[in-house]
């Protein structure tokens, strides 16, 4: 049947265009999405990092000042690494503690799935809530974390008041939510098929030949997704940043996003924080090509040979 | 016993005694179950912590070695905690923006998958790029920007900035969590949808939404947890007491209660047990949200 619409003139004749016509109207929220809240504001962000802008005086033109002044900004510097550490032990420790874990819990050993319950509930906690535990866990006098050092007959340490020990703080608190990794990599593990362990033991393979020969390949691409993740996650550490030692003590947990914060909403230097946002995107950019270069070559993939 | 003798020596020559097999067998799971114990202690121990600390009176807080079973017992500290602030409205004002995003998130997400999924066109695959593309890019990346638009359109201290952008697509991890989930359903439905006269539309409303609930379930739940645990968003975008939300306020809270610890954590223990209680619920749908992110990409 022929509609009798007059805008059916303007539509596609043939089905082929039909269907690209509503493929188009199914994506297309995602199409204004993509417009309005990524390319305006990127665009909006590459104008701003030229200009000086504090939202209410009116914008001024300033080239390439904000990347000078970052060049020359120590507390650029400091919270660069000091987010740099941050990823550079949490990721790694996070992802060997979630595949360990996760090796130990694939067992059938009855009440396993209590564990499994123990292990990951920790990573759902909200990150306020989380902040406000940890800082009264961190509490130099009566909190938990020198409670047990006290028990095991160490002396306490100023978790939150010591540049040394603030940053290692923050770690272990992302290091108690490792179970979200940790699951997984048990959903992972769990798709291996029991044969390939069968046949490996018939072999004569023993525990760590099949660990380094059978499990770690198949589960390699899921290692990787976890690192790529962990990585882009822990470079946008925040909340826990500014409400557990807001940056200090002497900008000893400083990191990234927090300063980029400052800078935007306390001190209002909308230019500056829109450079630091591009910084921010490059280097994580960086970092997951150089992860896709360097680890992505070494991961097996079952289709690939 | 005999029996036993028997089986071992049947195996041959190259192979160890049963015997030592089975203790072999024991001793490894003796070990697992002992280092997933202690961890398990370890991993425990800030939630005991936490509930102790939250019904102890506040001068059994300051008290070194600290007692593990409160006494007296204050179960009191809930409702000082949360009648301090108003946390009730803060959960009123919670649920509000979890219902606007419940609403765009699963019908925008949903109809921009069902795109991706099953209706091949040209140019579909660059826009999936795309998705994914987006996927990868920080939040923190377009904060400064999209402030200065929200700020522009007058949203601010309203919830608009932690609403409206989600009508817009959903999320590029629901997108793609979505077509995950379509590719998965057989096509035979949709040609009979068709047959029958159906419009692309039609099948999509009623004959693959429908089938959806796991995949509509897992995204329901990511949004809850997104919404009741986003920090950043009421921080930057709702100024007035009476837009909290509930992070907002225990954000709040913390700052005007510096040292009440009781009264910190039953607040924030508060907080925390519509999440337990979500997962304890939702156990199933929590890990296919993460298995689907993770496996079958």
């Known amino acids: 049947m022929m509609g009798t619409h007059w805008f059916e003139r303007f539509l596609p004749r043939t089905l082929a265009g039909r269907r690209t016509l509503t493929g188009y109207i199914f994506i297309s929220p995602f199409i204004l999405g993509f417009l309005l809240w990524f390319l305006v504001p990127a665009g909006v962000a590459l104008w701003l990092t030229v200009h000086d802008w504090n939202l209410i005086a009116p914008p001024k033109y300033v080239g390439a000042k904000h990347l000078v002044s970052m060049w020359e900004d ?232 | 016993m005999a029996q036993k003798q028997r089986v071992a020596s049947s195996g041959g020559g190259f192979r160890p005694p049963l015997h030592r097999v089975v203790w072999e067998r024991r001793l490894w799971r003796f070990l697992i179950v002992a280092i997933l114990s202690i961890g398990a202690v370890v991993m425990a121990l800030p939630f005991v ?38 946390f009730g409205l803060y959960l009123w004002n919670t649920l509000r923006i979890v219902v606007l995003n419940l609403a765009a998130i699963l019908l925008s997400a949903s109809f921009c998958g069902y795109g991706f999924a099953r209706i091949r066109f040209p140019g579909r695959d660059f826009w999936f790029a795309l998705v994914l593309a987006t996927l990868m890019i920080p939040y923190f990346v377009l904060m400064v920007p999209q402030f200065i638009m929200f700020t522009r359109f007058g949203w601010i201290d309203t919830f608009h900035p932690l609403t409206i952008p989600f009508f817009f697509g959903g999320g590029a991890f629901n997108i793609f969590l979505f077509r995950q989930f379509f590719r998965s359903l057989p096509e035979e439905l949709a ?84 999440v337990i209680l979500l997962f304890f619920f939702a156990q199933r749908y929590f890990v296919d949200g993460l298995v689907l992110s993770g496996l079958k990409g």
């Not at chain 1, 009855?110 to 306020?128: C, D, E, H, K, N």
């Not at chain 1, 509490?139 to 340490?157: D, F, H, M, Q, S």
């Not at chain 2, 920090?231 to 209660?257: E, Q």
């Open chain 2, 49 to 86: 912590w936490l509930l102790v600390s939250s019904f102890k009176p506040l001068e059994k807080i300051f008290i070194f070695p600290p007692e593990w079973i409160p006494d007296p017992f204050r179960p009191e500290n809930y409702v000082e905690a949360l009648v301090y602030k108003p």
């Open chain 2, 191 to 274: 040609d009979a949808g068709r047959i029958d006269g159906c419009t692309e539309y039609g099948i999509y409303w009623r004959i693959m939404l429908p089938l959806s609930k796991p995949a509509l379930a897992t995204v329901a739940i990511f949004t809850f947890l997104a919404a009741w645990n986003d920090y950043i968003g009421p921080l930057l975008y709702l100024r007035s007491d009476y837009n909290f939300t509930v992070a907002i306020g225990l954000a709040t809270f913390r700052s005007v209660m510096s040292t009440q610890w009781n009264l910190l954590m039953a607040a924030s223990s508060a907080m925390i047990l519509p």
């Open chain 1, 74 to 305: 120590d507390r650029f510097w400091t919270s660069l690494s000091v987010t740099t550490t941050y990823t550079l032990v949490s990721v790694p420790v996070g992802l060997v503690l979630g595949f360990g874990l996760a090796l130990l819990l694939n067992t059938k050993i009855r009440g396993i799935s209590l564990f499994r319950t123990i292990y990951y509930l920790p990573s759902i906690v909200p990150a306020v809530a989380n902040a406000v535990l940890w800082a009264w866990i961190f509490n130099t006098e009566y909190g938990l974390a020198n409670v047990a050092l006290r028990a095991l007959g160490l002396p306490k340490i100023a978790w939150l008041q010591q540049p040394e020990w603030a940053l290692p703080a923050l770690i272990l608190v992302a290091l108690w939510g490792f179970g979200s990794g940790m699951v997984i990599y048990l959903a992972g593990l769990q798709g291996i098929p029991d044969v390939f362990y069968e046949a490996a033991e018939i072999d004569g393979a023993g525990r760590l030949a099949r660990l380094r020969h059978i499990t770690i390949p198949l589960v390699s691409p899921v290692i990787f997704f976890n690192l790529i993740i962990g990585i882009i996650g822990s470079f946008q550490v925040f909340t826990i940043a500014r409400l557990v030692t807001n940056g200090g003590p002497q900008n000893a947990t400083l990191v990234y996003v927090l300063y980029m914060y400052q800078n935007a909403f306390q001190n209002l230097k909308m230019g500056y924080a829109a450079a630091l946002a591009w910084v921010l995107f490059l280097v994580v950019v960086g970092l997951t090509l150089f992860v896709f270069k360097y680890v992505g070559s070494r991961v097996h993939y079952e289709d690939a040979h």
